[in-house]
């Protein structure tokens, strides 16, 4: 993009001068030194400069190049979830500077899953963590300190086993159920106006804590299911929530993840099971995720995601938490690769 | 509406008072660029009028978790629960139903939910340290009249379900006194119910339990089966009114449900595993349940003495801090007991599905939770 040397943020005077002297473009600033610049367009030394410097620097957003980027995000590690399986699907796990949707049916383990990225967030970065705090924003009444402190002391015990050199053990003293209950910090709304305010004031709580790195909202359906009255405020509102929520992952570098329920659509004679709140709010988050039954085993897919392949794993809650399932519970089929693949396709053929 | 508690810019509060706007949620709901133009001010200042707004709608600043553990926020997490009357029951549950949320019973015609219902409004009337909640019940019956003859007979036989309580406590406690009864024949008067009187009975401390038996049976009967979309609006709307019951009083609402049967599991995304009916009202009444538990009566029969119950199940489907498992449950003249050790009849060994469920279901190491 060539800026016009008459965008510039300089006396009208000067621009005139530079102007006359050939100069159209800011670009056309740039490699000269000020003695050049004041010959070629008659200015003084002093007014050179500072043409110079205002070529230079830029209003607004500097153009990033795509190496920049892909260096800033893989100095960002992601948030795992425990279940290794899943967490080598998405490539390490939750992205941190991404918003992330987990889908699912009533009971199949979102609320779980949050609550284990809540306290996974928070491992130390010497076992591979990022040892950040995190904002839980519960609309449902899902939140339970007595699982979360459950999952916390699971994890604890987990990187106790793994503690090997010195460092390791001197993060452990600090990675305790205590401490990790102490990161949480949990708000209630008990309807989709106090989720609005609540986001709205998000841009004050976030500067002071600069160790969060994960915001979860559980759920973000649940307070705009009731406002099915006015579907247009709904969709606004929603699409407003969305770019907030985009804006404050990758300007703060956090993790969003959202939950959301599933809803019956009627195609024709068919009955379907997607995402609810409608197509528009599908484009909010980057990942989603969608938890389901089949059977009796507890399936995660990834079904979008810009960055990853759609794939297929199995996971189980135990009073752990989030956990790969057991190997030796697979079911007898002696090629569970290709079931899960099959199970992969199917959702494909149904999905539109 | 008083904007100048607000402490913002006057200019700030004339505009907004000419421009007529009434609440801050009204603030709150509309965007930026309507704003200015409603008001007329300009883009810091609707900012600034928003983030005050958003201030006063906050009702509390985040707390830790650490907090809510210890106890710090009795509103949010009161940490109380209500126990059943039977330990077996308490265990599976964790201590009982969480006291802010709405736990959902479903089963099949006499399967026993009324049964667990009554023994609840009698459990809820004990102090806290005997797992109640020191207050009473209001129950609301939507289709078959309050079994008042087995509510007398539970009452009278509280001394054997609860031997853990000194009688004398017991013999204080004027049980009927504190259950009110309430009766809804279509859903207006359950909304009127629920926004009127339970919200004063609640208000005033009478009642720390509200019971809604059943909530499947308003909804079945109103609607056509084209109708399904008002009905899941007036499903919603009375799910919003418990819910906000429950938050607001801190108080357990339990809500019995109806099953239907389950013809075949098209994706098998949205039921748990392997049942032949499943809770009625659809995915849309279950996304709003904080608690399932599912009562099924099961083939087997035990005995203890003179008196002979067929067993029951109390299941789990889903909670937030329950894993999945489930209970035999019998019902005595005393009430629901969680049978530990079923007397095995024969018929009970080879009953295949459940049996080999529970064979699924990861076991719960209990000893290093």
Redesign the interface.
């Known amino acids: 993009m060539r800026r016009p040397v008459s965008s510039l943020s300089l006396g009208s005077s000067l621009k005139g001068k530079l102007v006359r002297a050939g100069f159209q473009f800011a670009t056309d600033l740039r490699d000269l030194n000020p003695e050049h610049l004041s010959a070629e367009a008659g200015v003084s030394q002093q007014e050179a400069l500072e043409a110079l410097q205002a070529a230079s620097s830029g209003h607004g957003v500097a153009a990033v190049t795509a190496l920049e980027l892909l260096q800033k995000e893989e100095e960002f590690r992601s948030i795992v979830t425990f279940c290794s399986q899943l967490d080598e699907a998405l490539g390490g796990g939750v992205p941190v500077g991404k918003v992330t949707e987990i889908c699912g049916a009533p009971g199949v383990g979102k609320t779980q899953l949050c609550l284990q990225l809540a306290v996974d967030v928070q491992v130390p970065a010497v076992f591979g963590g990022l040892g950040g705090q995190v904002l839980f924003v519960d609309t449902e009444g899902g939140f339970q300190v007595q699982r979360l402190v459950d999952l916390a002391g699971a994890a604890v015990r987990h990187c106790s086993l793994l503690a090997e050199d010195e460092e390791q053990r001197v993060a452990m003293t600090t990675f305790t159920v205590e401490t990790i209950l102490s990161n949480v910090f949990l708000v209630r709304c008990r309807d989709y106006v106090e989720l609005l305010a609540e986001l709205h004031l998000l841009p004050d709580f976030l500067p002071d804590r600069p160790r969060l790195r994960l915001l979860v909202i559980d759920s973000v359906a649940f307070p705009f299911l009731h406002l099915h009255d006015d579907l247009s405020q709904r969709t606004r509102l929603l699409q407003g929530l969305g770019l907030r929520l985009i804006a404050a992952a990758t300007d703060h570098n956090i993790a969003v993840v959202t939950t959301n329920h599933m809803t019956t659509r009627l195609r024709g004679s068919q009955a379907q099971l997607v995402p609810a709140l409608g197509d528009l709010w599908g484009h909010a988050p980057s990942i989603r995720l969608l938890l389901r039954w089949e059977e009796s085993r507890r399936l995660a897919s990834i079904v979008k995601s810009p960055g990853h392949m759609d794939a297929t794993v199995q996971y189980q809650i135990t009073c752990q938490g989030f956990r790969d399932a057991d190997q030796s519970e697979q079911p007898q089929s002696k090629r569970p690769r290709t079931q899960t693949d099959q199970s992969a396709s199917s959702r494909e053929n149904t999905r539109t | 509406m008083n904007w100048d508690q607000l402490q913002l810019k006057p200019r700030i509060i004339s505009a907004v008072q000419r421009a007529h706007l009434k609440s ?2 009204e603030v ?2 509309s ?1 930026e660029p309507d704003l200015q133009k409603m008001t007329g001010l300009s883009r810091p200042d609707v900012q600034e009028l ?2 005050a ?3 006063a ?3 509390r600043q ?5 907090q ?2 210890r106890g710090e926020c009795r509103r ?2 009161s ?1 109380l629960r209500l126990g059943t009357g039977c330990p077996v029951l308490d265990q599976l549950l ?1 201590g009982g139903l ?1 006291a ?2 709405v736990t959902e019973l479903a089963g099949a015609s006499g399967a026993g939910k009324t049964q667990l219902g009554l023994q609840l409004c009698l459990s809820v009337q004990y102090p806290v340290e005997h797992g109640g909640l020191s207050a009473g019940a209001l129950y609301i019956c939507t289709e078959d009249p309050f079994p008042i003859r087995r509510l007398q007979q539970l009452i009278s036989e509280q001394p054997s379900l609860r031997s853990d309580v000194p009688p004398s406590l017991i013999g204080r406690l004027r049980f009927s006194d504190n259950i009110y009864l309430e009766h809804a024949a279509d859903l207006d008067s359950l909304q009127v119910c629920l926004s009127r009187r339970a919200a004063l009975l609640l208000a005033q401390g009478r009642v720390r339990l509200v019971v809604v038996d059943s909530v499947a049976a308003l909804f079945r009967s109103e609607f056509q089966p084209g109708d399904w979309l008002e009905r ?2 007036q499903l ?2 009375v799910s ?1 009114m418990v ?2 019951l ?2 607001e009083f801190t108080t357990p609402v339990l809500c019995i449900n109806q099953v239907t049967d389950v013809f075949h599991q ?9 049942s032949s009916v499943s809770p009625a009202l ?3 009444w ?5 608690v ?1 538990l599912m009562l099924r009566r099961l083939q087997a029969t035990v005995s203890r003495g003179d008196q002979s119950s067929a067993l029951r199940r109390l299941e789990v ?2 909670a ?2 329950l ?1 999945q498992s489930s209970r035999d449950v019998a019902v005595w003249r005393e009430g629901l007991r969680g049978v530990l050790d079923p007397v095995l009849d024969p018929v009970l060994a080879p009953f295949g599905p459940d049996v080999a ?1 529970q064979k ?1 279901v ?1 076991p ?2 209990l000893g ?2």
């Open positions: 801050f949620r709150l709901v965007s928003l983030h707004a958003a201030s709608c906050r009702t985040p707390i830790t978790a650490l809510l553990q949010l997490e940490g964790r969480p802010g949320g899941n609006k919603l709307t919003s819910h906000h429950s938050h098209p994706e098998s995304s949205s039921s748990s595993p392997s659809g995915l849309a279950a996304n709003q349940v904080t399932r489907v889903f937030p801090h894993a469920q699924m990861l719960l190491r290093s939770v």
